[in-house]
């Protein structure tokens, strides 16, 4: 299950570009592609690196006119669907690295 301290990363075998400004993507395993707009393309380029939910939240409400309610809403469901579509994956790596701070 996502919430705000599910750490993301691209998936690797992505292969993207930037086209007009916004990011086109193309699975290299499926053959598939998709776009996105001015602020998935935003998000995308944050994902270079992992990066928690909140975060993701954080760095879109410094740099759009977001709420942070709509903000908590609408990342987490966006970034679940781009899971679900294997563009990223939850970065156990991280998630390993907080457990050993126990």
């Given at each position: 299950?996502?919430?705000?301290?599910?750490?993301?990363?691209?998936?690797?075998?992505?292969?993207?570009?930037?086209?007009?400004?916004?990011?086109?993507?193309?699975?290299?395993?499926?053959?598939?592609?998709?776009?996105?707009?001015?602020?998935?393309?935003?998000?995308?380029?944050?994902?270079?690196e992992s990066?928690?939910?909140?975060?993701?939240?954080?760095?879109?409400?410094?740099?759009?006119?977001?709420?942070?309610?709509?903000?908590?809403k609408e990342?987490?469901?966006?970034?679940?669907?781009?899971?679900?579509?294997?563009?990223?994956?939850?970065?156990?790596?991280?998630?390993?690295?907080?457990?050993?701070?126990?």
């Amino acid at each position: 299950m996502l919430n705000l301290q599910t750490s993301v990363i691209r998936h690797d075998r992505i292969v993207s570009t930037l086209v007009d400004n916004e990011v086109v993507m193309l699975d290299s395993d499926s053959g598939s592609y998709r776009a996105l707009n001015a602020v998935g393309t935003y998000i995308w380029e944050l994902l270079k690196e992992s990066r928690n939910v909140r975060e993701i939240c954080d760095a879109v409400m410094e740099e759009f006119d977001v709420e942070k309610a709509i903000c908590e809403k609408e990342i987490p469901e966006f970034v679940e669907k781009l899971i679900s579509e294997n563009l990223l994956v939850m970065n156990p790596d991280k998630f390993f690295d907080l457990k050993k701070e126990w």
